[in-house]
């Protein structure tokens, strides 16, 4: 089965930084679409930031300039670099893959996740 495993969870104070990590059981070749994802007690699931195996990247306003989603050489390991953090960005982190959706010569979307892993807790503090 496809495996993702987070890590790098923690407190840390407003300002500060934390950078999460995502092992991954395939490539990113085999998984085109990968992305960082975070839910609130209470709330659904908000995308944070995405990255396809061809390198674009998406990111929600809440976290463009303060956040950066990348991906290690092997291409097994997922990253989010969190500076600047703010209270609101307390929550959960999952990352999330799937093999994409095809729409087109080359082109593929990535419109749905199916595969999660348990999540990292992130609790930032004032």
């Known amino acids: 089965a496809v495996q993702l495993a987070e890590s790098g969870g923690g407190s840390v104070q407003a300002g500060g930084s934390l950078r999460l990590s995502c092992a991954l059981s395939l490539d990113m070749a085999a998984l085109y679409c990968t992305g960082w994802f975070r839910q609130i007690p209470g709330k659904g699931r908000e995308a944070i930031a995405t990255?396809?195996?061809?390198?674009?990247?998406v990111y929600a306003d809440a976290v463009k300039g303060r956040f950066a989603i990348s991906k290690d050489n092997d291409r097994t390991t997922l990253y989010l670099q969190m500076d600047n953090l703010k209270t609101e960005d307390s929550a959960m982190y999952y990352c999330?893959?799937?093999?994409?959706?095809?729409?087109?010569?080359?082109?593929?979307?990535?419109?749905?996740?199916?595969?999660w892993g348990q999540g990292t807790p992130v609790n930032v503090s004032s």
């Open positions: 990255i396809n195996a061809d390198g674009a990247t």
């Open positions: 999330a893959a799937d093999h994409g959706t095809y729409i087109g010569p080359g082109r593929a979307a990535c419109d749905q996740f199916r595969y």
